[in-house]
């Protein structure tokens, strides 16, 4: 589930799970991941917390959220969730550990949407044209990303993933400046909902144009 959304999430966070062990006990931090192992659990008192891991693309963390936390957060607390977490580090010989005194679930609607559609003829893709559109999508710079479907001459079409240095804000703008510069049908305002069952790169195109 976090496949997509590293740049989205690295704009809420601090550090990820692989750094934590190198630092000091004590110290505050906002780490971003899934939420995994959910185990309830009752101080003396009857409260009720819960132990849980955060697992992020580097690794993972144990994750306490102590009643006062539990209480605000119980909503979002659940298994598989994409969660900000923000607490104090307990570095105790080889255990880290994370308590947890905030808890964010950051909208994920862009990157997980469908992403924008830019739609060339063959004989568009010229290395100016390419170089235009890089222009393009570096003036709407954002999480949603971009395909390139380029429709050949033999009647087939071709669709190219772009990295995710391409990826954008979808905006009336960004619609309105791809139109202006490659024509009314180049990008559709609707979300890019059509389906091509062709997924794959072309290096020889991709090498010289969008690398």
């Known amino acids: 589930p976090l496949f997509g959304t590293e740049r989205l999430l690295e704009t809420y966070t601090d550090s990820s799970c692989s ?32 132990v849980a891991t955060l697992e992020d693309l580097t690794g993972s963390v144990e994750v306490v959220f102590w009643p006062a936390t539990y209480r605000a957060a119980h909503e979002a607390l659940e ?3 994409v969660l900000i977490v923000t607490g104090r580090l307990e570095v ?12 964010s679930a950051p909208d994920l609607s862009e990157v997980r949407g469908a992403p924008v559609v830019v739609r060339f003829a063959e004989a568009q893709c010229t290395a100016e044209a390419i170089q235009r559109l890089r222009g393009v999508l570096a003036n709407h710079s954002g999480h949603v990303p971009v395909h390139l479907v380029v429709d050949r001459d033999d009647g087939g079409t071709k669709v190219f993933r772009l990295g995710d240095g391409y990826r954008v804000a979808r905006s009336s703008g960004l619609f309105g400046e791809i139109k202006a ?3 009314p049908d180049a990008v559709s305002d609707d979300g890019g909902t ?18």
């Open 92 to 103: 105790r010989d080889e255990a880290v550990k994370l308590s947890a005194n905030k808890v």
């Open 19 to 50: 750094t934590l062990r190198g630092k000091e006990d004590g110290v505050g931090v906002t780490v971003a991941g899934v939420l995994t192992s959910l185990t309830k659990k009752f101080t003396k008192k009857g409260d009720t917390y819960l």
């Open 194 to 211: 059509r389906t091509f069952g062709v997924d794959e790169e072309e290096p020889r195109f991709r090498r010289p144009a969008l690398a």
């Open 181 to 183: 510069a490659f024509g």
């Open 79 to 81: 298994e598989d969730a």
